[in-house]
């Protein structure tokens, strides 16, 4: 069987990228082939290639997924004559403001209500009452992807004390590195037919977040090769220790254990079916149901602002997905699915009538979004989809690259607004990204999906 299945140009695939899957693909227990998409890239530090997915059987490889999990993306759709620009955009800069500071948030939750997230992730929104039936059912495995797994611990005990602080701490807030808020109006429409079923006419704005709760970085305490490095270095491995020795309960799990630190290899699984597998998966489930929460809440806080500043105005939530996770996918076989970067994309046949089928493909900032749905060559992708174009230069390199243009003048072409906040836009320069007509092109020839239509950037909200 094929180790690796390349559905990308060839020319993005570094050696340094073509190394890490050969050494992935040959790991005991992997179901081949592991699927390369079109926005595959490599970031300095990470455990594998962003924009790849792999199967395991009744494994975990923690090494694999992103330092940071739970990351994804929202769309919302807002009902508006198009003369109300000016007011919406005006909305956007209040909510600007309302990022920056955690007790201006417009839909107020008390820490046992944020607590809860962890458990019933954006299902807490709908016991309030901000959330639809309907918008839940837009929200991948339903706002909450504890639910379908049993005897998981509970997330004070299975989640590290300090990351469970810093996400009660950062609670509200959008992220780091490339989250963003964006708001877009309709631009080219490819697929009349499709953009009529599914009533996209009605609206002529969308808000897109796209965001990871600060303090999800499980990858830290599960893998040997992250940490903090220098004069932290010894203080963070004592931190993991510490949790640890609180999670000794035979000898497979103290022989589990070894792995964790250095010089252990970072190509190494955990039993999905040991007290370290249910560990690791009861504590980046719940931080995942926390990070939808989070980027829930924000689009929740938005559409409140809007209400208050215009009258005959609506917003729905159409669409929520996450591209790092690691998910039990078929119940029977114990298959395990790995997503490093990459979106959910399911194809249920020509009648599908549920909005799980929509797929959302980011560029760069100020850059048209792409709004697609599943086709049926998903199916051998494992049912996903590139998450976003991808990067042509590695982000800390980025800091030191000068382009002709500063990244601000590249984002606000064509009209774009932006507003920003102690990031650092070299890394979010629009030429650092691969081409988005590129990707699509191979995704529409692979059959993974069919773009809809594109939108057209009006406002940035960056950090």
Known sequence: MKKINFKCDRGSVTKEILNDLKKYSRCEGIKNPLIVLPDVHYKRGEMSPTGTVMISDNKIFPGFTHLSLGSGISLWAIEAEKNLENKIINSMKIFFKMLQKKNKQEIKLNIKEIEQTFLDGANVFKKKGHLSKKEIENIENNGNFRKKYKNLLHPKIAIPKYLYNECLKNWGYLGHGNAFAELHSVGKIR??????????EKYNYFLIIHSSLPGTFLTHYFTPRWGLHGKKFLPFEKEKWNFFSNHLKSKESIIQKNNYFPPASKYFSIPFNSYDGNLYMSAQLSLINANIANRINQGL????????????????????????????????????????????????????????????????????????????GSKKTWNSCSHGTGRIYDRPKLKLKKFNNKPIDEMIKNGNKILYNKVDLNTEHPKAFKKSSNVIKILEREKIIKKIFDTKSLFVLKG
Do not use: W
């Open 191 to 200: 697929d009349i037919n499709f953009f009529k079923e599914k009533k996209f």
């Open 301 to 376: 806080n938005f559409k409140n602002i809007l209400l208050k500043n215009i009258k005959n105005i609506k917003m729905n939530l159409i669409s929520d997905t996450v591209h790092d996770s690691i998910q039990k996918v078929n119940a029977k076989k114990n298959y395990i699915i790995h997503r490093h970067g990459a979106s959910p994309s399911v194809y249920k046949g020509k009648n599908q009538k549920d909005n799980s089928n929509l797929v959302i493909i980011p560029s760069a900032a100020g850059r048209p979004i792409s709004i697609c749905k599943s086709d049926f």
